[in-house]
Nanobody
């Protein structure tokens, strides 16, 4: 079982930046693909970004390409999402997820473990 804990959410003005962190206390997740998803009320959970085991491969949703960067530090059991040039449309609850599969899945059903989510609100 992998427990994931997100942090770094909050309120920011449009054009600002935030960095989310996702930690797996007491557990190494260096063999897992890690992903970030987001969800707004009434909509399906949406893929944001994913990163492979050793950080060499990444995948992004078109809506965040060039603005968001996913990275990981396996020694710290932590994955990050650096979010720049934030827009009001980025407002959502952001979730960290992990899968034992080696594929950078964009579908949330392919991820086995989830964090509790952290709210990001971008004001205009």
């Amino acid at each position: 079982q992998v427990q994931l804990v997100e942090s770094g959410g909050g309120l920011v003005q449009a054009g600002g930046s935030l960095r989310l962190s996702c930690a797996a206390p007491g557990r190494s997740f260096s063999s897992y693909v890690m992903g970030w998803f987001r969800q707004v009320p009434g909509k399906e959970r949406e893929f944001v970004a994913a990163i492979s085991w050793i950080g060499g491969r990444t995948s992004y949703a078109d809506s965040v390409k060039g603005r968001f960067t996913i990275s990981r530090d396996n020694a710290k059991n932590t994955v990050y999402l650096q979010m720049n040039s934030l827009e009001p449309e980025d407002t959502a609850v952001y979730y960290c997820a992990a899968t034992g599969s080696g594929t950078l899945w964009s579908g949330p059903r392919n991820y086995n473990y989830w964090g509790q989510g952290t709210q990001i609100t971008v004001s205009s």
